[in-house]
């Protein structure tokens, strides 16, 4: 029994860590990376556990950021908020949010959407 308390209180020490976990964002569409053929007109942001959403902007590669404005006032797991008209380019969305414990996280998702195909014929 005595050879078992080391590893009892490794596990207990465990199992307080991951209830201090942050929240992280789970997933995006647009993802991260991604290529598109058409513009997107929402960002869909997911959660790993409710989140209130703080700051939310689109920025094209050698735009000014444009700041979506009608973020929702209660916390969440999802958002789908609406993006401004944009075209073929390079994009950034930038995040943050503050989780319940008061953490706040912050990050980007690039894509890229490609220029529509020429319909003129050689």
């Known amino acids: 029994m005595r050879s ?11 199992a307080t860590g991951l209830a201090e976990a942050h929240a992280h964002l789970h997933s995006s ?3 991260n990376h991604s290529r598109l053929s058409v513009a997107p007109k929402t960002v869909t942001l997911e959660f790993e556990e409710p989140v ?11 735009g000014e950021p444009q700041k979506i404005t009608s973020l929702p006032a209660a916390a969440s797991k999802t958002f789908s908020l609406p993006l401004p008209a944009i075209d073929a380019g390079t994009y950034v969305i930038t ?20 220029p529509a195909a020429s319909s003129a014929t050689k």
């Open 4 to 14: 078992l308390i080391p590893w009892i209180a490794i596990a207990a020490l465990s």
């Open 29 to 31: 569409t647009p993802a």
């Open 52 to 62: 209130q959403l703080t700051a939310l902007s689109v920025k094209k590669a050698e």
């Open 95 to 114: 995040w943050r949010a503050v989780s319940d414990d008061g953490h706040v996280m912050s990050a980007t998702i690039q894509f890229s959407i490609k």
